[in-house]
């Protein structure tokens, strides 16, 4: 018998590991914007061609990287972001496995543009399936552009996967609608096929919240507020009246991150149970604030289920500052401002 084991070479490991992290233009796009946002930018523009199949292009002004860094960044676990597994509970980066661009270069066409603000000229750097293909300095300005072409043109059976072009643009405004209620500081531009499709100017998170949802949500706001020793709890719920039937905007935040959490929406539903019917729903913007080691950080990259230690309790104070913020809003007749 001879020996049948042997080792994947990096190419097809590298593929492998691509698919846990990128399944779609929409993952594409929210590894870059987050990294973006690691970078400090202040500005992030998404280009696309053909809901993203064609090209995904991430243009941002953060602080750019070094030529060594720029080659160093495609490779697996290369990462600016953590030292030890220390660090991982004082994240406060949204990445920290190096694992997205080396996933992204294994199954697309990459180009990086990036020049960080001390120095005089950029890098421009072109991989295809994890192999660098030149690297030359250019003149540009100062921040990272990231352009990803042909997604899985080498993996054809996950190329045959991806849906149509209106379901995939659906899945990516969804990832950029979640980014953009946590940074409503940073001015998004979405730009489809060579038009301007989106375009969200730096705004305070009550305007972040009208500009995407469109100016009629404006009056139905109403602020919540609570400061515990578990949590803080902040956002904008809608008074019962705007409760509708069908799909509502409903989102949840923790520590900045998107989280679906069907138990804690079972809070606030029961606050708004007295107040409409049983096939109507809210809207509802809320955003936690907790320790990070009172929640399980270590979860996997494209999962959006979180585990909170103090669940329950938490549950109680959510369904509670609910219930008092809708009262209160009942009391009192609300002001109306422009936003
Ligand atoms: P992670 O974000 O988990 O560290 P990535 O593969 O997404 O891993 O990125 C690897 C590294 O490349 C980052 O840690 C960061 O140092 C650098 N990097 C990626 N994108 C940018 C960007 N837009 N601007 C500046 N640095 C970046
Ligand atoms: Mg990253």
Known sequence: MTDIIHLLPDSIANQIAAGEVIQRPASVVKELVENSLDAGARQIRIVLKDAGRTLIQVIDDGKGMSPADAQ??????ATSKIKSVDDLFA???????????????AIAQVELKTRRP????????????TKVESQEPI?????TTISVKNIFFNVPARRKFLKSNETERRNIFTEIERIA?????????????DLQTLHLPPANLRQRIVQMQGKNINQQLIEINEDTTLAKIHGYI???????????NQFFFVNNRYIRHPFFHKAVMTA????????????YFIYFEVEPDTIDVNIHPTK??????????????????VKESLGKHNAIPSIDFDT
Not at 139 to 143: E, N, S, Y
Not at 181 to 193: K, R, S, Y
Not at 238 to 248: D, I, L
Not at 304 to 321: G, H, S
């Open 72 to 77: 160093m960044a495609f490779e697996r676990h």
């Open 91 to 105: 994240l406060h980066t949204r990445g920290f496995r190096g694992e997205a661009l080396a996933s992204i270069a």
């Open 118 to 129: 001390e120095d005089e000229m950029g890098t421009w750097l072109k991989i295809a399936a």
């Open 139 to 143: 003149a540009c300005g100062v921040g």
């Open 181 to 193: 209620l946590v940074n409503p500081d940073i001015e998004f531009i979405v730009i489809e096929n």
């Open 238 to 248: 809608s008074t019962p009246q705007y409760a509708r039937k069908g799909r509502a």
């Open 272 to 283: 708004y149970e007295p107040l409409i019917s049983a096939s109507e729903s809210p809207n």
């Open 304 to 321: 959006t289920e979180v585990k909170f230690e103090n669940e329950r309790a938490l549950w109680q104070i959510l369904m509670v500052t």
